[in-house]
């Protein structure tokens, strides 16, 4: 019995170190408690949001889920030493009596032993428990350092994330104004400026997403700050231009496509761990796309050719998951 519980322990303990590492420096993909953690409290604060229409709601997640995450981590740790050190009776010893430890206080020294504050009050028996006393510490040196790093990088993720929100919704607030405001002399050649700047930045927001998940759920209440409408809308944008102008540059036409093509490596990223295409795509009014002299095909030529996209469907679920309508990201 003894064996069973130090095992569950040990398996505990491994299940969290392996959840902390794939999350924080895997660059991939979250561990498997993060994941269930996040898409609960995510999908149960998206449930709420449709309900009540409180995008306050959304907004809470993403902290939340950061710090119950490290909470969720030092508590399993926690227990998984805890179980160690109860599996036996001379496991945890009290120097001033001379006695052995009950489970409480065998709570109390991993408790000490892991955040390594080393008050003392408890030691660890000979041998063996004096190793895993050692390993313990360590262990819980580890996991703080890494999540404290790990918040420092969302943070600074989450900033640079609305950073380029703004950005893009300065060049127009529809996909039809981006259009418009930025046609020039019909060329497009200053959209194209604007675009070829912001491609490396959509490019390390994407890979941003991709090394830190928790933060597709740090949501912004303002569409003006929300980068999944900005990054939909600019999207839409060059679509348009790409497909209804046949006139373009061959400097310009390639600016624009190497947007898109970073655009559509973001929505690679969300396919990966966050979103799954929608069976779906509501219908394009013909009238929320522009009409201007540098396009010379009809709208609704070019509306049939962006509901024909496979990428739409991707989009109208980034859009959806993070509490934005279809219909409002066009006007």
Same mark, same amino acid.
């Given at each position: 019995?003894?064996?069973?519980? =130090?095992?569950? %322990?040990?398996?505990? @303990?491994?299940? /969290?170190?392996?959840? &902390?590492?794939?999350?924080? +420096?895997?660059?991939?993909?979250?561990g498997?408690?993060?994941?269930?953690?996040?898409?609960?409290?995510?999908?149960?604060?998206?449930?709420?949001y449709?309900?009540?229409?409180r995008h306050?709601?959304l907004?809470?997640?993403?902290?939340?889920?950061?710090?119950?995450?490290?909470?969720?981590?030092?508590?399993?740790?926690?227990?998984?030493?805890?179980?160690?050190?109860?599996?036996?009776?001379?496991?945890?010893?009290?120097?001033?009596?001379?006695?052995?430890?009950?489970?409480?206080?065998?709570?109390?020294?991993?408790?000490?032993?892991?955040?390594?504050?080393?008050?003392?009050?408890f030691? =660890?028996?000979? %041998?063996?428990?004096? @190793?895993?006393? /050692?390993?313990?510490? &360590?262990?819980?040196?580890? +996991?703080?350092?890494?999540?404290?790093?790990?918040?420092?990088?969302?943070?600074?993720?989450?900033?640079?994330?609305?950073?380029?929100?703004?950005?893009?919704?300065?060049?127009?607030?529809?996909?039809?104004?981006?259009?418009?405001?930025?046609?020039?002399?019909?060329?497009?050649?200053?959209?194209?400026?604007?675009?070829?700047?912001?491609?490396?930045?959509?490019?390390?927001?994407?890979?941003?997403?991709?090394?830190?998940?928790?933060?597709?759920?740090?949501?912004?209440?303002?569409?003006?700050?929300?980068?999944?409408?900005?990054?939909?809308?600019?999207?839409?944008?060059?679509?348009?231009?790409?497909?209804?102008?046949?006139?373009?540059?061959?400097? /310009?036409?390639?600016?624009?496509?190497?947007?898109?093509?970073?655009?559509?490596?973001?929505?690679?990223?969300?396919?990966?761990?966050?979103?799954?295409?929608?069976?779906?795509?509501?219908?394009?009014?013909?009238?929320?796309?522009?009409?201007?002299?540098?396009?010379?095909?009809?709208?609704?030529?070019?509306?049939?050719?962006?509901?024909?996209?496979?990428?739409?469907?991707?989009?109208?679920?980034?859009?959806?998951?993070?509490g934005?309508?279809?219909?409002t990201?066009?006007?």
């Amino acid at each position: 019995m003894s064996t069973f519980i =130090a095992l569950s %322990g040990f398996v505990l @303990v491994g299940l /969290v170190i392996h959840d &902390a590492v794939q999350t924080t +420096l895997s660059a991939s993909r979250s561990g498997p408690i993060t994941r269930l953690l996040g898409r609960f409290a995510w999908f149960t604060a998206l449930w709420l949001y449709r309900r009540f229409s409180r995008h306050g709601l959304l907004q809470a997640v993403g902290p939340w889920v950061t710090v119950g995450l490290l909470s969720v981590w030092m508590g399993l740790v926690w227990l998984g030493w805890w179980l160690v050190f109860n599996s036996h009776e001379t496991a945890v010893f009290h120097p001033g009596s001379g006695t052995y430890a009950n489970p409480l206080e065998r709570l109390y020294f991993v408790g000490y032993t892991i955040t390594t504050l080393g008050y003392g009050d408890f030691v =660890a028996g000979t %041998g063996r428990w004096q @190793v895993f006393a /050692v390993l313990a510490a &360590a262990n819980g040196f580890f +996991l703080l350092t890494l999540a404290v790093t790990y918040i420092l990088s969302v943070m600074s993720a989450v900033v640079q994330k609305r950073q380029l929100a703004l950005s893009i919704h300065a060049l127009g607030s529809t996909p039809a104004a981006i259009v418009q405001c930025l046609e020039g002399e019909g060329d497009f050649s200053e959209l194209a400026e604007q675009a070829d700047s912001l491609k490396s930045t959509i490019i390390s927001v994407g890979q941003q997403h991709l090394a830190y998940p928790i933060l597709h759920y740090y949501h912004q209440g303002y569409a003006e700050q929300a980068l999944p409408v900005a990054l939909f809308r600019f999207y839409q944008a060059l679509a348009i231009i790409c497909h209804g102008s046949t006139s373009l540059s061959s400097s /310009v036409r390639f600016k624009l496509q190497a947007t898109l093509f970073s655009l559509e490596n973001f929505l690679m990223v969300l396919s990966h761990d966050f979103v799954r295409p929608a069976r779906d795509v509501p219908g394009i009014d013909a009238s929320w796309l522009p009409s201007t002299t540098g396009l010379d095909k009809p709208r609704e030529e070019i509306r049939d050719y962006l509901e024909g996209l496979e990428s739409q469907r991707v989009w109208h679920a980034y859009l959806e998951k993070d509490g934005w309508e279809w219909r409002t990201s066009w006007e």
